[in-house]
C-alpha cells in the first residue's frame, strides 16, 4: 500500500493548540486539540506519529509567537514546518458565516499551508543569540524602570500641589 500524504495546520493560543491533518487531496481527516505543556505537546507529538498520513509540511498561525514553543519543538523532531500569516486565512473567515471554531481555523491553516509549497520558514529567521537575548532584557527592564519613575514622579507632584502652603 503506498504512503498517503497531508498537511497539518496549527492554530496556536496561549494555554492550547489545536491540530488537524489534511489529506494531499484537500479532505480533512483528523483534529484534536492538546495542551501547551511538555505532556500536552508530548501527547502533539504522539498525534503526528500515529497518523496514518505521511505529514510532508506543517503550518502554524503565528510561529514566533504564541507558536514558538510548538515550531521549536516540531523543527527539532525533524517536521518542515512553515508560517501562515493571519492574512492568509481572514477572507476565509470572513466567508465562512458562522461561529469562529479553533478546530476550522486550524483546517482554514492546514489548508493555505497544502495550497502554498512555499510558505517562508516558521519561527524566527535567524539563530537565537543569547547575548541579544540578554541585551533584550536590559532594556526591557529599564523601560519598566523609566516607566516606574515617571508614574512616581507624577505621583508626588499631585501630592505636593495638594498641601496647603504654609508646609
Not at 496549527?10 to 484534536?32: F, M, N, S, Y
Not at 503565528?62 to 512553515?82: E, I, N
Request: glycine letters at 8%; charged letters at 25%.
Amino acid at each position: 500500500m503506498e504512503p498517503r500524504h497531508g498537511v497539518t495546520g496549527i492554530d496556536p493560543h496561549k494555554r492550547t493548540a489545536t491540530i488537524c491533518l489534511v489529506h494531499q487531496r484537500g479532505e480533512a481527516e483528523q483534529a484534536a486539540s492538546f495542551a501547551v505543556t511538555p505532556d500536552g505537546i508530548t501527547g502533539l507529538l504522539g498525534f503526528l506519529g500515529d497518523s496514518e498520513l505521511v505529514i510532508d509540511r506543517i503550518g502554524i498561525e503565528g510561529s514566533s509567537g504564541l507558536g514558538q514553543p510548538l515550531t521549536l519543538v516540531l523543527a527539532a523532531a525533524g517536521y518542515d514546518v512553515r508560517e501562515v500569516q493571519p492574512n492568509r486565512t481572514a477572507e476565509r473567515r470572513r466567508r465562512r458565516r458562522r461561529a469562529k471554531t479553533d478546530i476550522e481555523d486550524a483546517e482554514a491553516i492546514a489548508r493555505e499551508t497544502l495550497a502554498d509549497p512555499h510558505l517562508p520558514p516558521a519561527g524566527k529567521h535567524a539563530a537565537p543569540d543569547a547575548a541579544w537575548d540578554e541585551l533584550t532584557a536590559i532594556h526591557d527592564w529599564r523601560s519598566s524602570l523609566i516607566l516606574q519613575r515617571t508614574r512616581q514622579l507624577t505621583e508626588a507632584e499631585a501630592v505636593l500641589v495638594a498641601l496647603p502652603l504654609d508646609i
